[in-house]
């Protein structure tokens, strides 16, 4: 029983190209977030939902734009791909209750390529 | 300056050694995680702790939270403890509750 699933594992696209990475979470979480590791494997938030409320958007370019159709799940669709852009892409969830969060939950990560 | 600093950034021990890693921060939090991740291989959360020490198996990790700092022990290490290690903080106001904020990571290699 995964608990935080991504697909796809591996995208390789040209540039220019749109492509979405899907996050599904079985956790009953109600929070979900997306995170970006760069190639010297430094993590950076990206988006946070809530309730598929947005809450955080970190200066990310609006060529990305998530999606949250409900608390499960939350997708990245990436519009106009850069060379820039290739990473891993973290999806990740926790519980807000009270103010104070659970511990985080993360899928397997997406390695996106973009040549 | 990062609001997350580790050290050190790469710590290479005999199998059994007792190893620290150190995680100082600038901020005010709400929480402070320590996160391992395998070579390849996905993120795990270790520690979430606000306050005091915590102890997993061979795992310990405590937090001051006057000093801003928290430390990640491992007792009697092993070769599969190779991993990058990750601190990353939670912020105490708005929507920094609803982020973490992550230091460079420890690269930690133990060899048999």
């Known amino acids: 029983d995964t608990a935080v699933s991504q697909t796809p594992k591996y995208l390789v696209t040209q540039m220019g190209n749109d492509k979405s990475i899907k996050c599904e979470q079985n956790?009953?979480?109600?929070?979900m977030y997306w995170y970006k590791q760069d190639s010297k494997k430094f993590l950076k938030i990206m988006f946070s939902?809530?309730?598929?409320?947005?809450?955080i958007n970190e200066t990310v370019p609006n060529r990305f734009s998530p999606k949250s159709p409900d608390k499960a799940h939350l997708n990245l669709h990436i519009n106009s791909l850069e060379l820039g852009d290739s990473a891993v892409y973290f999806c990740a969830s926790s519980q807000v209750k009270g103010g104070k969060n659970s511990p985080l939950h993360f899928g397997n990560g997406t390695r996106l390529t973009v040549t | 300056k990062n609001e997350v600093e580790q050290s050190p950034q790469n710590l290479t021990a005999q199998e059994g050694e007792f190893i620290t890693i150190n995680c100082s921060y600038s901020v005010g939090i709400s929480a402070l995680h320590w996160l391992q991740q395998h070579p390849g291989g996905g993120i795990v959360s270790l520690f979430m702790?606000?306050?005091g020490k915590k102890k997993h198996g061979r795992l310990i990790a405590t937090i001051n939270i006057q000093e801003k700092h928290s430390s990640l022990h491992i007792t009697a290490s092993h070769p599969r403890d190779s991993a990058v290690y990750i601190c990353a903080v939670r912020g105490n106001s708005g929507g920094s509750n609803y982020k973490l904020t992550f230091g460079k990571g420890t690269l930690l290699t133990v060899n048999p």
């Open positions: 939902y809530n309730n598929k409320e947005l809450i």
């Open positions: 956790l009953g979480h109600d929070t």
């Open positions: 702790l606000s306050s």
